[in-house]
């Protein structure tokens, strides 16, 4: 007999579809702050110049907002590629885990608008906090309950745990050090994130980052 | 002979992939009422502080249209996994389900705005109205049509209709409520979204929700 | 040997996947036009209500774009059922297809902005006679160049072509009434729109619409 | 023994959905460009008309970022049509590809107010040079890495380098030809866009463009 929302493979299925197009409108909106600047305001290409290079900051948080999804994209993705299926709980916090990709380009207008103000640091740090929380709730969800794919042994299961765990370590370090300085502690989460997304093969960074 | 538009899987198919589409946008587009503070109205780290703590209602309204899309996701989903192909016209009743799951931005952002206004609320209510009836009307279209997958006993179709009209009921109450206050409105609807999103597998409240 | 961009089923699936992308962008853009009320203007319940009842032209643009768009992506659906394949020129016709597709939400604002003018009228006529001739283009291609499904008979190909010349003669007919009053323009053109979504089965109409 | 984020099918099936989002949120966008005249500013159907020519400049840059958009599309999927499965690092470079693809409505918006200024014409070209850059990377490393589909001969992949930078050079012409005039430059280009949007089959001018 059929029942709804049984977990199944059509519900992993669903849960791509959503992500997917989730992070590719956070992908494009988080672009929506780098405004044109004013007609009024430019009346020489030298006016033009200046202009477009005083949009740096925001190119500066478009670039960290984007490695930072592309960071959690791939995150989701490795969970995903490791769950046989999804049931509806495991779906739900898929789509805590969606919700907080959504606040991104809030996060991100925040920190380009204020760079040198702590808060607007504090907030952007809360936002990859809870993305990392839902992620590794989803997890440990899908762990206990024999959601894993075959073939997912303990070291895999442990991998994921303390990958997320790692960069949330490195992330809190980082905006700690907005008690220096605001833009000092955006510095080094871009730095991060540039690792991560590199996904560099040098061997002592991956014995650090996992 | 091949004919247009015959009921088929592919339209099916069709039809799952829009309904994502227009989830994923509008999960992203009701972020965009949290929009961040004028940079001239602030000076100092407390100003910034206080005008994060002055977006709550937003991030409350926020919050309450993130659980509404999640429990229509997943309601439209239920519906859609027990349907085993799609004409035009069920693929038309799913059509006006996302054309008001796109107005859910509009009603967010009209909730955030007015708050304290009883209008603000039943717009809202209305909005909660329409997705359940063209639902509704999806899945009586889909039953009475021979539409439904093999395995689907009339248990379950009676299930889905009756989840759908429990929770018209609740959210009536909840409407009702604002001749007390539009808030305490808003508070209850909130309370019922978090417990259909949460899916809790308490005895008590399954055999109330269904 | 393989060779980029030949005529294939998986050129076929991503036409398939950015039209449904576009179509969801759309339907959800239409709505970003029914602006809420500023809450400098709102001071009672009563204003409120007045100010959300002045929104009624945007949302009949409204619904107006949203059947509008149902019509079309049913009819890029029926189309490409009935293509077994796809190659870059046809894909390219398909995306001006899309290209016009994505100016409709600057038709249904300029509609609602100006529905006593009969230039905003015409405008979105316009935009309605370009999504016709495309999707004409990319079936003539279609069946010229032997993309068409096994299958699909003379009849069929012509009802396909039929279709779409009936529902631009009826909306030249809508175009033309503007010289009498942009509103009753506007009005022939949803109703026609209503017929069309409904897709009602009385006899008399279907010999009409075809 | 099943490990996160090995080169798989699934991984090149996540990356064609989030292209494909992210391109039809992109066609979407640069519409938005296209902004309705204001209401206070028009009182007759002559101004209204002379309104909605004023917005020529605007649909220009709308087909020109129309057309930009659909060739990378074709050279993206040209490329995964040949890409057997992917990894992460190739999987990053398609996302830094469509970084600069949701640049690219920014791009177009500052040529659209500046179509009379250099500096505009510029940042333009810089986005045509990294969209076509990033491209030519991932390729580079699908070649390299052996995720080449079988039955893609050296020949093949020599063709798919050779179109990237024929089409650089054409839009390095037409880059410097705003030394003349940006208008020119815009122009120049725009017929190199339709030229290869079209696909056309001329011999001559397929031996040029390759």
């Known amino acids: 007999m059929k029942r709804p929302l049984e977990p199944s493979a059509e519900g992993r299925g669903r849960v791509v579809g959503i992500t997917d ?74 789509l805590c885990f969606l919700g907080f990709v959504a606040l991104l380009p809030f996060s991100t207008d925040l920190l380009a608008d204020f760079l040198e103000f702590r808060t607007a640091v504090l907030v952007y740090w809360l936002n990859l906090l809870m993305l990392g929380l839902t992620l590794l709730a989803s997890w440990r969800y899908a762990d206990k309950n024999g959601f894993l794919a075959e073939g997912v042994d303990a070291e895999t299961t442990r991998t994921v745990y303390l990958r997320i765990v790692k960069a949330q370590i490195l992330w809190a370090i980082g905006a700690a050090l907005c008690l220096v300085s605001p833009l000092l502690s955006v510095g080094f989460i871009l730095v991060v994130q540039l690792i991560y997304a590199a996904a560099l093969r040098a061997p002592l960074l991956r014995k650090i980052i996992g």
């Open 21 to 94: 197009g989730v992070f590719a409108i956070a992908l494009t909106l988080i672009v929506l702050e780098i405004r044109v600047p004013a007609h009024e305001t430019v009346h020489s290409e030298n006016e033009l110049i200046a202009a477009v290079a005083a949009l740096a900051p925001r190119f500066l948080t478009y670039a960290l907002s984007f490695l930072t999804l592309t960071i959690f994209w791939f995150g989701q993705q490795a969970q995903h590629g490791l769950v046989a299926k999804s049931d509806r709980r495991l779906a739900t916090l898929n």
